[in-house]
């Protein structure tokens, strides 16, 4: 059974950086995509960044150059380094894999980032 549990949110002024973690267990990492996203208050989830298998990252417009995904397979461990951050950047962030073969989705329970300005 695939579990994610995030962590590492919380409230911080702009500039400031978080690194959010998102550990999980019961993954056969070679077939998993892995991504953080988020959603605003009255927005629709958004992808912020994912890691394909091969390693190659993709962030959104706007988070690119400032937010670096990455992963420790040691520690089954995924992180989000979130850089000079912005009030815009407020949001529950979500962790999230994709299984490429049964096109499944697996969530976390999310983790809040609040940037004051």
């Known amino acids: 059974q695939v579990q994610l549990v995030e962590s590492g949110g919380g409230l911080v002024q702009a500039g400031g950086s978080l690194r959010l973690s998102c550990a999980y267990s019961?993954?056969?990492?070679?077939?998993?995509?892995m991504g953080w996203y988020r959603q605003a208050p009255g927005k629709q989830r958004e992808l912020v960044a994912l890691?394909?298998?091969?390693?190659?990252?993709n962030y959104a417009d706007s988070v690119k150059g400032r937010f670096t995904i990455s992963r420790d397979n040691d520690k089954n461990t995924a992180y989000l380094q979130m850089n000079s951050l912005k009030p815009e950047d407020t949001a529950a962030y979500y962790c999230?894999?994709?299984?490429?073969?049964?096109?499944?989705?697996?969530w976390g329970q999310g983790t809040q980032v609040t940037v004051s300005s």
């Open positions: 999230n894999v994709h299984n490429v073969l049964s096109s499944r989705d697996y």
């Open positions: 019961g993954i056969i990492y070679s077939i998993y995509v």
């Open positions: 890691i394909t298998r091969g390693g190659n990252t």
